[in-house]
């Protein structure tokens, strides 16, 4: 587990968005969201749902989210 990918993880909560989350972190939307995959498939659990309207936290994600802050 990486560093970035927490930080990719913890921004993307906070912003509802991985749009907004990748502005934040500075690098481009499908990098944030390629990090955010790969630390799914490492711990073998979905961590966001993404809808049109952005990204919520699963329950994993939550539990997740609060460990990294």
């Not at 990486?2 to 930080?7: N, S, T, V």
């Not at 906070?14 to 790969?38: C, N």
């Amino acid at each position: 587990m990486k560093l970035h990918a927490l930080q990719a993880l913890i921004a993307a909560v906070e912003e509802g968005s991985l749009r907004a989350a990748a502005r934040r972190v500075g690098v481009s939307q499908p990098a944030l969201t390629k990090t955010v995959r790969e630390l799914e498939r490492e711990l073998s659990a979905t961590l966001l749902t993404r809808s049109t309207t952005g990204v919520v936290p699963t329950t994993q994600g939550k539990v997740l989210y609060e460990r990294a802050c």
